[in-house]
């Protein structure tokens, strides 16, 4: 993606920082109502997080707010998919969560209550069930939810998709220029120019503490492996019940089973789970403990070729819900960042209530849960 390299230095209403999926949303709603922005990138559209991510537009539950900004984004990403073009390869996959044990059968039977009273359709599947949607899953797993309404798109291409439309709407693009100073009202740029804006959004993924000392998050390091093409292997994006026993831990490393099937037969297997780990480098030993749990849950797959294998960093928070609003301390500055695991599925709704608290509409959802005053350090 080529960007205006000519920004102009006059004022502007809002400049986004980080230009991944959260940062393009919000380049994307501001514009679309009106005002004008500016959207810088360091590198390229989409070139941290959003292209190492598997794309699943998924609703979690682990708390209320969780639940209650993930089901929403999911809701905006229905209402976008007749405009998105091709390449975004939006498909309703579904999710299903599988159940090893009873023990997980029980969360299956509580996710699907509280999925159920807030109107997400789920279906429980009992082990023959489970067997007849997805035969290559291993005997003896006890059952598990469908979540049919989960989606799967391509992140990039989704990046992509909204820095276009931003721009239509009037927004300028500036890649291959750094901030170096995001305060004030004055964003600094490594060429030596600046931009005077109103407002500064900070979406500088796990880059944004460089920028607003003090936001507590930590990178969470992940890796994926995509296959070589079998169509027809798998149908739904799979995830081992588990997977919200490693996703929640706070310290060790972990790995799951979560594996999903690209439009083109590809499988896109995940996922690992790492703080304290620096390098963007594939880790040989993360990548072997992460396969070998794959094939515990799918044997074949250990028959699939791998054709490459990455790693990128999630923004992790302490409370697990991102920084979303007002930056105490600045009035210029808001932040959008912290998303961690999530920020693919929760990037629309982000734009939408930071949009909302920007231009004072009342938003659709309870913002309080994700001001960014809860995680000042
Ligand atoms: C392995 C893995 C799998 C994942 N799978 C999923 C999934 O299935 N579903 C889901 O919802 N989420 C998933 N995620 C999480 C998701 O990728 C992130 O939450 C999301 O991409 C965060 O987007 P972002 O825009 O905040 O950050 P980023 O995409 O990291 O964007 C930040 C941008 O800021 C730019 N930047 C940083 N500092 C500066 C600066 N000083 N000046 C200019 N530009 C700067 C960077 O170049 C970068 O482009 C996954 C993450 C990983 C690592």
Same mark, same amino acid.
């Given at each position: 993606m080529h960007g205006d390299s000519s920004v102009s230095q006059a004022g502007f209403d809002a400049v986004v920082v980080g230009a991944g999926i959260v940062g393009t949303a919000c380049a994307d709603e501001?514009?679309?109502?009106? *005002? $004008?922005?500016? &959207? %810088?990138?360091?590198e390229g559209v989409g070139s941290g997080a959003t292209s190492a991510a598997m794309g699943h537009i998924v609703v979690m539950d682990d708390s209320a707010a969780q639940f209650a900004l993930t089901r929403y984004s999911q809701q905006l990403w229905q209402r976008l998919r007749a405009e998105?073009?091709?390449?975004?390869?939006?498909?309703?996959?579904?999710?299903?969560?599988?159940?090893?044990?009873?023990?997980?059968?029980?969360?299956?039977?509580?996710?699907?209550?509280?999925?159920?009273?807030?109107?997400?359709?789920?279906?429980?599947?009992?082990?023959?069930?489970?067997?007849?949607?997805?035969?290559? *899953? $291993?005997?003896? &797993? %006890?059952g598990g939810l469908r979540v049919p309404e989960d989606v799967v798109v391509y992140p990039p291409c989704a990046a992509r998709f909204l820095t276009e439309r931003a721009q239509r709407h009037g927004a300028e693009l500036r890649v291959g220029c750094s901030v170096t100073q995001a305060e004030a009202g004055r964003v600094g740029l490594s060429d030596g120019s600046e931009i005077f804006t109103g407002i500064i959004v900070n979406a500088a993924g796990v880059w944004a503490p460089e920028l607003t000392p003090g936001i507590g998050i930590k990178k969470r390091k992940g890796h994926l492996v995509i296959t070589d093409r079998h169509p027809g292997f798998m149908r739904h994006q799979l995830v081992e019940l588990g997977y919200l026993k490693s996703a929640h831990k706070v310290s060790a490393?972990?790995?799951?089973?979560?594996?999903?099937?690209?439009?083109?037969?590809?499988?896109?297997?995940?996922?690992?789970?790492?703080?304290?780990?620096e390098g963007k480098e594939v880790e040989e030993a993360m990548l072997e403990r992460m396969l070998r749990r794959a094939q515990e849950y799918m044997p074949g797959l250990g028959e699939l070729p791998a054709v490459r294998a990455w790693a990128g960093?999630?923004?992790?928070?302490?409370?697990?819900?991102?920084?979303?609003?007002?930056?105490?301390?600045?009035?210029?500055?808001?932040?959008?960042?912290?998303?961690?695991?999530?920020?693919?599925?929760?990037?629309?709704?982000?734009?939408?209530?930071?949009?909302?608290?920007?231009?004072?509409?009342k938003p659709e959802i309870a913002v309080e849960p994700y001001w960014p005053s809860r995680a000042v350090q």
């Open positions: 501001f514009a679309r109502r009106g *005002l $004008r922005v500016a &959207l %810088v990138d360091r998105l073009p091709d390449d975004v390869e939006y498909e309703e996959r579904g999710t299903i969560w599988v159940a090893a044990d009873e023990e997980e059968m029980m969360e299956v039977r509580r996710k699907h209550a509280y999925y159920g009273e807030r109107g997400v359709p789920t279906e429980v599947l009992d082990a023959k069930a489970l067997r007849r949607l997805e035969p290559n *899953l $291993r005997q003896g &797993l %006890v490393d972990s790995v799951a089973f979560n594996v999903q099937p690209r439009r083109g037969g590809e499988l896109l297997i995940g996922s690992s789970r790492q703080y304290g780990a960093f999630r923004a992790a928070t302490d409370d697990k819900l991102p920084l979303i609003g007002p930056w105490p301390g600045d009035r210029s500055v808001f932040l959008a960042t912290g998303h961690e695991g999530l920020g693919i599925t929760t990037s629309l709704g982000t734009a939408r209530i930071l949009a909302d608290q920007i231009t004072g509409a």
